[in-house]
């Protein structure tokens, strides 16, 4: 079975400063992808990044960006130039290859924004 | 294009009877799958259907059970509700062979 883990349950940061969010999972299939959902006061789950575990290079969307470690099974989100609505839960999610949409999410970092 | 609607948003039942929600994907996708949101157990899978078949399935008891309708509408049921199933249930929905799943707002049950 597989496990993802969010070790900081809250996280806070200074408008236009960088945070990293951290991230491990535990599996033993070699073929998989690992998410970044945010959800914010709204309760709607929303995509923020997609890493193909089959991909060396590091996903980046605009101001994400992740840290895709395949060997250590580590996975964290680096959010640069922070603004006040990317205050939100952030659920780190693992998904298996070919196994249909079936997600394993961590437990969640709650992150704010300050201005 | 609509996004993911889960209805109702709100429920309030009592112990022991039974609920059923209802999700209807983005057009045109065949996949949706449903979990389950708790402050104590995070976000937990229950299961998923594509084609009106379920494919995956959590480790949720028998009380928890759903289907699928051929335009894709999702719906779950649980029977004999319990004071833990209080929780947010979402559902995603996600297209052909896509990796990315679409969530809906959810639908905030809570028994009493």
């Known amino acids: 079975a597989q496990t993802v883990t969010q070790s900081q349950p809250e996280m806070s940061v200074q408008e236009a400063e960088t945070v990293t969010l951290s991230c491990t999972y535990d599996?033993?299939?070699?073929?998989?992808?690992l998410f970044w959902y945010k959800q914010p006061p709204s309760r709607q789950m929303i995509l923020v990044i997609r890493?193909?575990?089959?991909?060396?290079q590091n996903a980046t969307e605009n101001r994400f960006s992740v840290n895709f470690q395949k060997a250590a099974k580590s996975f964290s989100l680096k959010i640069s130039d922070s603004q006040l609505g990317d205050t939100a839960m952030y659920f780190c999610?693992?998904?298996?290859?070919?196994?249909?949409?079936?997600?394993?999410f961590g437990p969640g970092t709650r992150l704010s924004v300050l201005p | 294009k609509a996004g993911v609607t889960q209805t109702p948003r709100y429920l309030i039942k009592t112990r022991g009877q039974q609920v059923t929600l209802s999700c209807s994907p983005i057009?045109?996708?065949?996949?949706v799958s449903w979990y389950q949101q708790t402050p104590g157990q995070g976000l937990q899978f229950l299961f998923e259907?594509?084609?009106?078949?379920?494919?995956n399935k959590g480790n949720f008891p028998g009380r928890f059970s759903g289907r699928q309708f051929s335009n894709s509408r999702s719906e779950m049921n649980v029977s004999t509700l319990e004071l833990g199933d209080s929780a947010l249930y979402l559902c995603a929905s996600s297209g052909h062979e896509s990796t990315e799943a679409f969530f809906g707002q959810g639908t905030r049950l809570t028994v009493v």
């Open positions: 999610a693992f998904m298996k290859l070919n196994y249909g949409q079936n997600f394993v």
């Open positions: 599996t033993s299939e070699n073929n998989y992808y």
């Open positions: 057009s045109g996708h065949r996949s």
């Open positions: 259907y594509f084609s009106e078949t379920q494919r």
């Open positions: 890493q193909e575990a089959y991909k060396q």
